[in-house]
């Protein structure tokens, strides 16, 4: 998968939370980066077909956090209306 691609899924997704790529990658722990950024863990790895491993290397986080957070979302996303909605428009953009 071409970089250039995952670069711009990043900012799509950032972008749809009010945020830059520069505020997903700093280490802010905020609810609203937060969020996002496990948007954006998810997207790569279900959608774009990246491995955790890879997520890991581009987003700059450990692995095993990568997995965790990929559980917790999928989770939401299964069971609750409001994660499912925010999963759907972000597959549109």
């Not at 945020?19 to 980066?33: A, E, G, Q, W």
């Amino acid at each position: 998968m071409c970089m250039g691609y995952i670069d711009d899924k990043i900012e799509k997704i950032a972008n749809y939370f009010g945020l830059t790529t520069y505020d997903i990658m700093r280490k802010d722990i905020s609810r609203n980066v937060s969020t996002a950024r496990n948007y954006i863990y998810y997207v790569l790895r279900n959608d774009c077909g990246l491995t955790n491993r890879q997520v890991s290397e581009k987003m700059q986080r450990d692995c095993r956090s990568i997995r965790r957070r990929n559980a917790t979302t999928k989770y939401l996303i299964d069971n609750f209306k409001d994660a499912n909605k925010i999963y759907t428009d972000i597959k549109m953009i």
